[in-house]
């Protein structure tokens, strides 16, 4: 997926024959079509029915539906602020230029991945253990869920 991402001018997204998607590698992977294409694309958290908002304001999902989120659309504060969910670090990776953080939520023991830059990782000191808050920063919400 990442090398269709970099060397083509469009890509198709197919699943079981049928065309999920077609566009630019931009505009698949900003404005996937569905579930299956956000998937496709790389990991993704899914928040079932947990965040709030104005009903059709992007990145809230009302009751019932789910939330997909990319990794580095996570964000890690150390203080509960708005939406913020309750979380333990279960671990961290030091990857160069960015750290790969594995969440673990208080309320319904659910792992959240996150990619933060490593001078945020630095800033937050994180440790295993520690107890954290996870905000979201963008999501992507569907009428139809699909599952890979």
């Given at each position: 997926?990442?090398?269709a991402l970099?060397?083509?001018d469009?890509?198709a997204?197919?699943?079981?024959g049928k065309?999920?998607?077609?566009?630019?590698?931009?505009?698949v992977?900003?404005?996937p079509?569905?579930?299956?294409?956000l998937?496709?694309l790389?990991?993704?958290?899914?928040?079932?029915?947990?965040?709030?908002?104005e009903?059709g304001?992007?990145?809230?999902?009302?009751?019932?539906k789910t939330?997909?989120?990319?990794?580095?659309?996570?964000?890690i504060v150390?203080?509960?602020?708005?939406?913020?969910?309750?979380?333990?670090?279960e671990?961290?990776?030091?990857?160069g230029?960015?750290v790969?953080?594995?969440l673990?939520?208080l309320?319904?023991?659910?792992?959240?991945?996150?990619?933060?830059p490593?001078?945020?990782q630095?800033e937050?000191?994180l440790?295993r253990?520690?107890?954290?808050y996870?905000?979201i920063?963008?999501a992507?919400?569907?009428?139809?869920?699909?599952?890979i």
């Amino acid at each position: 997926q990442e090398e269709a991402l970099e060397v083509a001018d469009r890509i198709a997204v197919l699943a079981k024959g049928k065309i999920e998607q077609v566009g630019t590698p931009e505009e698949v992977y900003e404005h996937p079509a569905n579930a299956f294409v956000l998937q496709f694309l790389g990991t993704v958290n899914q928040f079932h029915g947990r965040q709030t908002g104005e009903p059709g304001e992007e990145g809230h999902a009302p009751a019932g539906k789910t939330s997909y989120v990319r990794p580095h659309d996570v964000e890690i504060v150390t203080g509960q602020t708005g939406d913020a969910i309750a979380a333990e670090v279960e671990h961290v990776a030091f990857a160069g230029a960015t750290v790969s953080v594995t969440l673990k939520r208080l309320d319904d023991g659910t792992l959240v991945e996150a990619q933060i830059p490593r001078p945020r990782q630095v800033e937050l000191g994180l440790q295993r253990g520690q107890k954290v808050y996870v905000a979201i920063k963008e999501a992507h919400t569907f009428d139809t869920d699909y599952s890979i």
